[in-house]
């Protein structure tokens, strides 16, 4: 029986967290010893099947005053004696601080490492530091799995000639969701109240839609990031004495029943990787605009006219005119949801484990990087 380490920062709620939590179930449902280890415990976080073992490697109480360098090789110490002690058949960190110290934790182990880039590379990589630690850390990795072309074409040939594209997968209570009867007159975003995801723009744009469509409203559904993005999104709304029609939702565990009905969905990140709420909200059938935001993850997904619309990234024009062409044409709109249903065949549970299984099974016989 294979064990599997997965290394990231927590279990708080997000896309990685999400997936890992998802992945590390699924393996552990499959006959893997699987553990988590994890650096700290977040407020609201997914809870793991109790087959799966999570683990504190983070800092210790009497760490936490020490200098951030310091803090940076104990965190790194104790990963490492962890996995001495442990002594998984691979490790598998997820997102860019767990990886650098994945890679050196297992730096002069056996032990395969499977790293996995969630974000866009683009925004993410580029400091001084990140420029130096992937060359000296990525020729280390025996394999990447990333979510998009753009973001596996950002990395030296080297680490992208041994990667996969691997698809996130879809939670099940998003798949076989009913179609709904009637859609209600309401526009759904879901996701993280934070700067990326560029929500000003959306309300400002249906602050526009709604003067041409004053029966529809805007739902906004996601929890606080606590960047200022929430203060900023209420006083848009003020501003615009739009309280009646523009809602924020707060989070919500329930989306596959407060948005199955709704009239579209709406995406306007700036940047993202490989976003699971627009993946949803395809499952959910739901006519969809979104913004072909780097590192390519809508595209990857989505065909802009088959399975929804593709628009600019910070194009305010360009989003109204996309939410006033769905409410106008509503047999485009169902057209295009019923296209987008269609993700559930790739991006099923299933199907993205087999994938990842498979590429592990590759990695745990020896295949490296050459």
Known sequence: ?????????????????????????????????????????????????????????????????????????????????????????????????????????????????LISVRTDPAVHYIRISDKIQMALLFPRADGCVFQTEGARDFFAPRLQKNSRIILNPIHPKYIGVPAPGKRSKTVVQSGRLVDFKNQPMLIRAFVEVHKKHPEYDLKIYGGDSFDGTKEILEAL????????????????????????????????????????????????????????????????????????????IKDQKALEDGINRLIEDPGLAERLGMEARKIMDKANGEAVFEQWRDYVEQLCQGCHIS
């Not at 983070?58 to 020490?66: C, Q």
């Not at 523009?246 to 919500?252: T, W």
């Not at 709420?277 to 802009?304: F, K, Q, S, W, Y």
């Open 1 to 113: 029986m294979r064990k599997i380490v997965f290394h990231l920062n927590c279990l708080e709620q997000g896309g990685a967290e999400r997936v890992v939590t998802n992945l590390a179930n699924q393996f552990a449902e499959n006959g893997y010893q699987v553990v988590i280890a994890t650096e700290w415990y977040g407020e609201n976080e997914f809870q793991p099947d109790p087959k799966v073992r999570r683990v504190h490697v983070g800092l210790k109480e009497e760490d936490k005053k020490k200098h951030h360098i310091i803090q940076f090789i104990l965190r790194v110490k104790y990963l490492k004696e962890f996995l001495k002690q442990e002594k998984p058949d691979i490790l598998i960190p997820f997102a860019r601080k767990a990886i650098y110290r994945g890679l050196m934790a297992a730096y002069f182990s056996k032990i395969p490492v």
């Open 237 to 312: 709304i003020a501003e615009n004495h739009a309280e009646d029609y523009i809602h924020l939702m707060g989070a919500s565990d329930t989306l596959e029943e407060d948005m199955r009905d709704a009239a579209l969905f709406a995406f306007t990140s700036d940047w993202e990787g490989l976003p699971n709420a627009l993946m949803e909200a395809m499952a959910l059938g739901l006519p969809i605009v979104a913004t072909d935001c780097p590192c390519g993850g809508p595209r990857t997904i989505m065909t802009n006219e088959v399975d929804g619309l593709l628009i600019p």
